[in-house]
């Protein structure tokens, strides 16, 4: 498998067995995991993306996983979570820990990441979980002679002792990469990463906790884990002893971006099903597709579907081309697309009816699709976990965009969809953004790009759009994060930044791929006025009445900007 192309041939060809919607909704009613579907993506070699080289292409990774969203998102949740799992590897692993992870992810073994806990949640400062280590010598158990060897040749090794709760693929993976407490005292260096081979540990020392029945996303194995002493040797131990946070916090940077494929794919799957919705229902004698309010909020929703697209396509390349911002960049982009995705399956819900609540036909799947959603919010911090770290770089965000630097060569690279990537740079990533947001900060000049070449309909949206970006400049430069927690206040400044991002991610890919500017989408500028008059809070009939016309009139996978083709 190479290409997005290919893999929705391959999908399309297995409606009728693995990814038959009936098939996949009985098994998400009997809260069952979807093997079949799962076993074809693997031996089509999907795992092969997940593997993050420095030669690799992490957006093809997103827009992959996206084509598997599209279908079902159980799918794509429980077999995209071992890139989750082993990213951590791939930002701070030995070249020889990543080489025997690439060959056991290539062969299709699912690797889970555990990281919160029963009483902690989200707080991992508080984890329990916890690893003492050992010398390698003077362990009595018998049954630990293989591991103890292990830890011998390795000089030393840990035991490892605690549990993990509400983890994704905890009971399926032979792999799990595990944060603990390697220090009792705690703190920002008190805690490591650690990647647990399951087959290595002696029986006894692994126990799995039960499925937990969740809302959505039924069928996927979310469990957790009971290590008691488990004996791990030294060469488990993830980057150095005491990186772990800032191992993990490195690792957020590109699994929150991935999370976007996951609600790019909902918002496909949900305009489908509302598509075909409004173009096979009358009433009072006329299709719901020509009654007006209908058609609004069908190209509101594509609109929105256009932008968190626009966000994704950036971002994703950016891991690329701007990773030194990416603590700013994934933040913002992981607090905006599932957030605003999960607004517009709401707003088509409502626009489905009672059909939207139904399990099965009529409801076409919108119910499912909705429930297992919601989660992608969750997953790799809240919306409210990433706007509170955006607002904790505010103060240098505020005066980056002040200054207007960026790195405007980058920020082409990642806005070009044709352009060549640069190689992945781990060293690169760091914890906070000496640079700022690029994309930002230079959107006062991308606006006047915009005047120059950009059509002419949309001038007096750009003219809104500056005024904006002026009061938020004024509104961050006074911003102080509080010591004592964030004031409510505060997350509506971050929602502005979220949306001033979003715009110029809009606008940088129509002024950089040309093909952007043309057919239906692209002509007198459509997508990109849907877009801005969307993120401006306005309702103009005339462009979402016309964005319904193209969603109406193609099929919805083709309803796309990150082709580089509208």
Not at 197 to 220: C, V
Request: glycine content about 10%; charged content about 25%.
């Amino acid at each position: 498998m190479t290409t997005t192309a290919d893999l929705e041939t391959l999908l399309a060809a297995h409606e009728s067995d693995a990814f038959s919607p009936d098939a996949l909704a009985e098994l998400d009613d009997r809260e069952e995991f979807p093997d079949g579907a799962v076993r074809l993506l693997d031996d089509a070699g999907m795992p092969t993306h997940y593997v993050l080289s420095p030669d690799g292409d992490f957006s093809e990774t997103v827009r992959l996983l996206r084509e598997v969203a599209r279908r079902d998102l159980t799918v794509a949740i429980a077999h995209g979570k071992t890139f989750l799992g082993s990213a951590p590897v791939w930002v701070a692993g030995t070249p020889d820990q990543a080489a025997r992870l690439a060959e056991r992810v290539r062969g299709g073994e699912a690797v889970c990441w555990g990281l919160t806990e029963r009483d902690h949640g989200a707080d991992l400062l508080a984890s329990e979980f916890a690893a003492v280590a050992e010398t390698g010598a003077g362990v009595d158990a018998e049954a630990d002679a293989e591991a103890d060897a292990d830890a011998d040749a390795a000089g030393g090794g840990w035991r490892l002792t605690g549990e993990k709760w509400l983890i994704n693929n905890a009971t399926r993976s032979t792999l799990a990469c595990v944060l603990a407490r390697t220090d009792p005292a705690g703190g920002g260096r008190g805690f490591s990463l650690f990647l647990v081979d399951k087959r290595r540990l002696p029986e006894g020392a692994w126990r799995n906790l039960p499925k937990i029945r969740t809302h959505g996303i039924r069928g996927a194995d979310i469990s957790g884990f009971a290590l008691d002493g488990a004996p791990v040797p030294a060469d488990a131990l993830v980057g150095e002893e005491g990186d772990g946070i800032a191992v993990v916090l490195r690792t957020l940077q590109l699994t929150r971006i991935a999370c976007t494929a996951l609600s790019l794919g909902a918002a496909d799957h949900a305009l489908r099903l509302a598509r075909d919705f409004v173009t096979g229902r009358e009433l009072y004698g006329r299709r719901l597709a020509d009654v007006p309010h209908v058609r609004r909020i069908l190209g509101r929703a594509a609109a929105a579907a256009l932008t968190a697209e626009a966000v994704s396509a950036l971002s994703a390349r950016s891991v690329h081309t701007l990773p030194g911002e990416l603590s700013a960049i994934s933040a913002i982009t992981k607090a905006y697309v599932p957030t605003l995705t999960q607004e517009t399956l709401l707003s088509l819900g409502e626009l489905l009816g009672v059909r939207g609540f139904l399990t099965s036909p009529p409801g076409g799947g919108f119910a499912k699709l909705e429930r297992d959603h919601r989660i992608c919010a969750i997953f790799d911090g809240s919306t409210v976990v990433n706007r509170a770290a955006v607002l904790h770089q505010m103060p240098r965000l505020g005066r980056q965009l002040s200054r207007r630097r960026a790195d405007t060569e980058g920020l082409r690279a990642a806005a070009d969809l044709t352009a060549p990537l640069p190689l992945f740079d781990r060293d690169r990533l760091t914890l906070l953004s000496v640079t700022g947001c690029s994309a930002v900060q230079t959107l006062p000049d991308t606006a006047a790009r915009m005047v120059e070449q950009g059509p002419p309909q949309a001038g007096p949206l750009i003219a809104r759009l500056l005024t904006e970006l002026a009061g938020l400049e004024t509104e961050s430069a006074d911003f102080v994060p509080s010591t004592g927690g964030l004031p409510t206040a505060a997350f509506g400044l971050a929602e502005r930044y979220e949306r001033a991002y979003a715009a110029a991610a809009c606008l940088l890919l129509w002024l950089e791929n040309p093909p952007l500017r043309t057919g239906r989408l692209g002509t007198d500028g459509l997508w990109l006025r849907a877009c801005l008059t969307s993120l401006l809070g306005e309702d103009d009939s005339d462009v979402f009445g016309a964005l319904a016309d193209v969603v109406l009139g193609m099929p919805t996978p083709e309803f796309t900007l990150w082709g580089g083709t509208a």
